[in-house]
């Protein structure tokens, strides 16, 4: 009865601490603990009563016991007998359940159960939602939150594994699909917890430590607050103290005591720390606190440029899984900590870096090195400060991939490419300077050129004049942006890495097809072939060079090439694809056409939004020249069937426009060149030039007015063309005159463009200079079509048509017939054979000699058969 009511007391200080379980496991444990003991007086009131009073100071985590060391409980006999008896709560019940699913959940992962791991599942989310209160005011266990991370990332590896879902079988699979319900359902209930364990992950055994340690300091707690708070207290104001006495940092350590680091010291948790990157277990966040305190706490240049070369990596390495780029803060952080290093560079030549240290290096002591450094010896240690720029360089790109570029966030971290280009331009001067590697200063030299070549002059100017005033001695005179960029793509010309090269290519020709160069841009490109090679070069070079042609593109238009421009432009601008051709977007994707994992590498190689080539002005640069070039054409071969089409994007378009029932004022882009188009099939210049004029799209190209007038001129002249070709037929003679009141253009412009027009034998006519006229030549019959000719050349063909693809049908139908009738035939003979050998077998058991007989000819009628079939 005691022990009844001494359970019965524990239950009372908490409602889930025990259960009527827990009272049954008692009475069991403690039967078959006198049972098995000999010689022990653990039944005495006494023991019985210190063990209750035991179990009520420990609380919820006597279940520790074995575990923690230190405890207040007595060392005499009675603690033994009351291990021995020791009960189970509910709270360890409870965990002991989830604890058990989970170990269950394991075993069923790793032969891909699905069925088991749903069964497994669902007995784990029980167990949860049974444990409720318990976690409610403790927490939520960071095994079970584990266990979601785990699953969650299992349960994706699966889905991507085609193979091996086409092998499941139909209960397989459908416990895969209501796994996946599942766990999205939970993960989201879930989410905080989640997204902390990610950012700080730990292994099964770390969090089972974790565990063992919080149990431990909650049963501790309560006596040891006042001496924790006093030693808090001392700690504090030792720090304090030494803060104010020490201009530098001051470690603290567990005992409230002042750390300080000897150079052994210093190296030794260098080396510690070193050994522990890359594992595992070790948390990033503390590695990167304990190196700031080491670098805090160094003392001579060459422990700080020790620590920094460590410090550097494990900053890139803190990224969140979460964003998937580095915070800002960590960034300018890395960015502070290079640009110190290379200031201990700067100020100690005597000491460099390089990729492949010597054996002698690596042999020597770090305090020796320390103390050689001091005494102005050369030491080389192993580091790559090109690297350090090189992915500072690409997080800073992979944060303006995921930040909204319509928010003033975007606007704040692009505002750090200037200091990021002044430490590019450092770091190149600092390898011309040392003789670094060619490889190491191409690199630093691409990556400058990279953050230049999309960019106009005044921008180009601006970061130049910043980097000129923060280093006053690495730019001695300020070059125009176009020397600058030709000095830069000529100096890696003769690298020997080809990719270096042919991206330095690829930028100049586009930073000359940016500055109106269109002729330079067009010559570069060609005379390198790097047309011919572009299909074998990775992806990253591809997008540069569409984004290139695209340049030249338009380049083209600004010069008033619409001929070239259209060419250039046509396969990018009708592909469909635009935005992934440019690394601008994904366009609508059908269901299964890509993967997750292509979804993922081409979101990787967007482009930044502030590089980006407007898709709406490019649409309209290419319809525009389209225009120009399509309207003239359709008037001259308007009875042709077989006509020349120049752009049929642009035909399709207008062929559209013109099925409309009823066509509103446009709006669109498409919508205004269509319009304009109609205009301008129908002679009215005019109306034409407004609607191109109208588009407000315009106003992104530079010299918006230039180009509106050179829009206008060749509006004019090109109406005049298609004018000419539609109503020659019906005119015997126009007068040049007329023309050039009519389309507002100089007399020797109309004559200089109907001179070009008879000379490419587009016009059957001739001038008279003395009347001033054209004088249209008819063509010979036959030489041209009428519209009645036209139209019945056309249902002729269509009729032709018609009857081809009856004869085919027919051919097939007959042939359909003949294989049907063979097969009739054959069935039939196949039946007569079977009919003959039953008249021999029933002629055989009817009568002996005429059975024979009737066998006899049935085998020769069998025969015939065959021979029949065979012939």
């Known amino acids: 009865m005691s022990r009844f009511f001494r359970a019965g007391s524990d239950s009372e200080s908490s409602e889930d601490d025990y259960s009527d379980d827990s009272v049954t496991d008692q009475s069991e444990t403690d039967s078959d603990s006198s049972d098995s003991s000999s010689g022990s007086d653990s039944d005495s009131d006494s023991d019985s009563d210190a063990g209750a009073g035991a179990n009520k100071a420990k609380g919820p985590t006597r279940w520790l016991k074995d575990a923690s060391s230190g405890s207040d409980s007595d060392s005499d006999s009675d603690d033994s007998d009351d291990e021995k008896k020791a009960i189970k709560s509910a709270r360890d019940k ?25 069964n497994e599942f669902d007995r784990l989310v029980k167990s949860v939602t049974k444990s409720a209160a318990l976690i409610e005011r403790e927490g939520t266990p960071r095994f079970f939150v584990r266990t979601l991370v785990e699953l969650d990332d299992f349960l994706k590896d699966s889905l991507q594994n085609k193979d091996a879902a086409k092998k499941m079988n139909a ?60 030693a808090a207290a001392a700690a504090a104001s030792e720090a304090e103290a030494a803060k104010d006495g020490d201009k530098g940092f001051t470690v603290v350590g567990k005992s409230g005591k002042a750390v300080e680091y000897t150079p052994e010291q210093l190296f030794a948790k260098l080396a510690e720390v070193n050994e522990a990157r890359g594992k595992k277990s070790t948390d990033k966040l503390a590695q990167i606190e304990i190196l700031s305190q080491l670098l805090a706490s160094a003392t001579t240049p060459y422990q700080k440029i020790r620590v920094l070369l460590s410090l550097i990596p494990s900053r890139f390495d ?30 100690n030549e005597h000491i460099t870096l390089t990729l492949t240290p010597t054996e002698q290096d690596e042999s020597v002591p770090e305090h020796m090195r320390d103390r050689q450094v001091t005494a102005g010896q050369p030491v080389v240690l192993p580091g790559h400060i090109a690297s350090f720029v090189d992915r500072l360089d690409d997080e800073f790109t992979k944060s303006l991939q995921n930040i909204d570029p319509h928010t003033t966030e975007y606007i704040d971290r692009l505002r750090d490419e200037t200091a990021l280009y002044a430490t590019i331009v450092r770091v190149q001067k600092y390898s011309e300077a040392t003789g670094a590697t060619a490889e190491s200063h191409d690199l ?23 980097v000129r005033k923060i280093y006053p001695k690495l730019v001695s005179t300020l070059e125009s942006p176009v020397e600058l960029v030709s000095s830069l793509c000529t100096g890696l010309y003769k690298t020997k890495i080809d990719r270096i090269r042919t991206r330095a290519l690829l930028c100049h020709v586009y930073h000359l097809a940016l500055h109106d160069q269109y002729y330079q841009a067009r010559d570069l490109i060609l005379m390198s072939h790097v047309q011919e090679t572009i299909v074998h070069a990775d992806i990253e070079m591809q997008i540069l060079y569409n984004r290139t042609i695209v340049q030249i593109g338009m380049c083209a238009f600004r010069s008033g090439l619409f001929r070239e421009a259209a060419a250039t432009l046509q396969d990018i601008s009708s592909s469909g694809k ?18 997750a994992e292509q979804e993922r590498l081409e979101r990787q190689r967007q482009l930044p939004f502030h590089m980006h080539v407007n898709l709406e002005l490019l649409e309209c ?30 035909r399709r378009m207008l062929d559209f426009s013109d099925r409309l029932v009823f066509a509103g004022p446009p709006e669109s882009v498409r919508d205004h060149i269509m319009a304009a188009s109609k205009a301008m099939a129908a002679g009215e210049w005019k109306q034409c030039r ?41 005119y015997e003679s126009l007068g040049l005159e007329s023309l050039s009141v009519m389309f507002e253009l100089p007399e020797t412009v109309v004559t200089a463009i109907v001179s070009k027009m008879i000379m490419d034998e587009v016009l059957h006519a001739s001038l008279d200079h003395q009347t001033r006229t054209i004088v249209l030549h008819r063509p010979a019959p036959g030489v041209e079509m009428s519209r009645l000719e036209f139209l019945a050349s056309t249902y002729a063909d269509k009729v032709t048509s018609l009857v081809d693809t009856n004869e085919k049908l027919l051919e097939s139908r007959s042939i359909t017939l003949g294989l049907q009738e063979q097969q009739h035939q054959m069935q039939q003979g196949a039946s007569g054979a079977q009919r003959g050998a039953g008249r021999r077998l029933g ?27 065979g012939k």
Do not use: C
């Open 621 to 650: 640069v290419y319809l525009t020249s389209a225009m120009l070039l399509e309207i003239p054409n359709i008037a001259l071969h308007v009875h042709d069937s077989r006509r020349k089409t120049i752009s049929k994007s642009f």
């Open 444 to 466: 630093m030299v691409m990556r400058r050129l990279e953050h230049l070549y999309n960019k106009p002059d005044s921008v180009i100017k601006t970061v130049e004049e910043e």
């Open 171 to 230: 209960i397989t699979a459908k416990a895969l699909n209501a796994m996946k319900q599942k766990i999205k359902k939970i993960t989201k209930t879930y989410e905080t917890q989640i997204e902390k364990f990610r950012e700080n992950p730990v292994d099964a055994e770390e969090s089972e430590t974790e565990a063992l340690e919080q149990a431990r300091a909650q049963a501790q707690a309560a006596a040891a607050a006042p001496k924790q708070q006093a």
């Open 690 to 730: 407004d609607f191109i004029n109208a588009i407000k799209i315009w106003d992104l190209l530079p010299n918006v007015e230039k180009t509106k007038e050179m829009l206008a001129r060749s509006i004019q002249e090109e109406t005049l063309r298609t004018y000419i070709f539609t109503y020659s037929p019906f």
């Open 318 to 347: 803190f990224v969140p899984p979460t964003t998937g780029f580095m915070s800002a803060d960590m960034w300018n952080k890395a960015l502070g900590e290079i640009k110190t290093l290379l200031g201990l560079l700067d100020a």
């Open 94 to 118: 409870r965990f002991d359940e989830m604890r058990n699913a989970v170990a269950a959940l394991g075993n069923a992962k790793k032969i891909s159960d699905w069925v088991a791991i749903q």
């Open 578 to 595: 635009t935005k992934e051709l440019l690394a601008q977007g994904m366009q609508g994707q059908k269901y299964g056409e890509k993967t």
């Open 843 to 869: 002629g055989s058991s009817r009568a002996g000699n005429s059975g024979q007989s009737g066998a006899r000819s049935g085998a020769g009628s069998a025969f015939r058969f065959r021979t029949v079939v």
